[in-house]
């Protein structure tokens, strides 16, 4: 049975990396694996992030190289920035029958539901503005500037939440990680992936004329 391949996306600054990773491991320490995706990028590491742990951080040209070659399931620009998902190693992870979770923005999501439509798209909201401004402003890395910038760009961001499936409020964090676990498990009962299945040849067994 292949994996489910599942999108959660969120304005900077709501929670969303933080949360998958609680979830995952949550679904970890019950037996259900989950590949997070590493995505590639143009931008400069932050402190305590690691090549190929966080991201793959690559040139401008290195990634549009990339991009004429058809390398990327899905790329995007954000904040002056590049980002793109590698689409042999995310396909090749699916077909083991491994989840896959993408960490990705509006832009990525609409493009892997077209160049994958069975994937499941997640949106995590902040419980209010001041909330995400508080949280922006706490992580102490940018100027009144950039912050105001990025609270400009969230609302735009967050005005695409109804092309998503699931739409989770990160307020409760455990809470809402219980809520992205309840998403990841759904997805692995959907009809699409266990009709070629166990599960796919009992339910045929039941409906056949006796």
Do not use: C
């Not at 735009?156 to 499936?165: G, K, P, T, V």
């Not at 307020?171 to 166990?198: I, K, M, N, T």
Request: net charge negative; aromatic share 8%.
């Amino acid at each position: 049975m292949k994996g489910s391949l599942i999108v959660v996306s969120a304005p900077s600054g709501a929670g969303k990396t933080s949360l998958t990773h609680a979830a995952i491991d949550q679904l970890a320490s019950d037996g259900h694996d989950v590949s997070f995706s590493v995505s590639y990028t143009t931008r400069a590491s932050r402190p305590g992030e690691l090549d190929g742990r966080d991201y793959h951080f690559v040139s401008e040209e290195t990634f549009v190289d990339m991009a004429d070659r058809g390398a990327f399931l899905e790329h995007a620009r954000v904040f002056d920035r590049r980002y793109g998902t590698g689409r042999e190693r995310t396909l090749a992870v699916l077909e083991q029958g491994l989840d896959v979770v993408l960490d990705i923005d509006w832009q990525g999501a609409r493009q892997v539901r077209t160049a994958y439509p069975d994937a499941v798209l997640v949106y995590v909201l902040p419980p209010s503005t001041e909330a995400l401004r508080a949280r922006l402003s706490g992580r102490g890395q940018d100027s009144d500037d950039v912050i105001e910038r990025r609270m400009r760009d969230a609302a735009a961001e967050m005005s695409h939440w109804r092309e998503y499936d699931y739409v989770i409020v990160n307020d409760d964090f455990d809470a809402a990680a219980r809520s992205l676990v309840a998403v990841f498990r759904a997805a692995r009962l959907r009809r699409v992936l266990v009709e070629a299945g166990p599960v796919g040849e009992l339910a045929r067994s039941l409906v056949k004329p006796g």
